[in-house]
């Protein structure tokens, strides 16, 4: 089996731990682009906390989960987000307004839609999580 996106399989991963109701979930393999995802994540308050394993092979990562996640999910591919076409993707996205987090991934890293838009800066989306 081939692994196609790493953030999609631990993404994935967190989706159905929540579902099952259980309170932590081993993520593997680990990148930067995944730690980052779920620094924003616990920075929202979505999951609890994470921690990194190095087995000095792809790494790992065990996530506390707190059920307060409903869905989290990746864009793929990462399409280009102008800072005007952001809207479009919240009401794409999100179930609500005012509810939900776009990712993106930009110069100034990876950051919220509410972050880009305070920062006039555009990127490239990466996924959501409500």
Known sequence: MVLTSVL??????????????????????????????????????????FEEIDDHREGKIVVQLNGRLNKCGVISPR??????????WVVKLLPARQFGHIVLTTSSGVI?????????????????FY
């Open 79 to 88: 399409y280009n987000v102008k800072l005007q076409d952001i809207e479009k």
């Open 112 to 128: 919220d839609h509410y972050q880009a838009r305070s920062k006039h800066t555009s990127g490239k989306v990466l996924g959501y």
């Open 8 to 49: 999609s399989n631990a993404l994935s991963a967190i989706n159905n731990a929540e579902k099952q109701g259980k309170r932590q979930v081993m993520l593997r393999p680990s990148s930067k682009v995944v730690v980052k995802f779920l620094a924003l994540m616990q920075q929202h308050g979505y999951i609890d906390e």
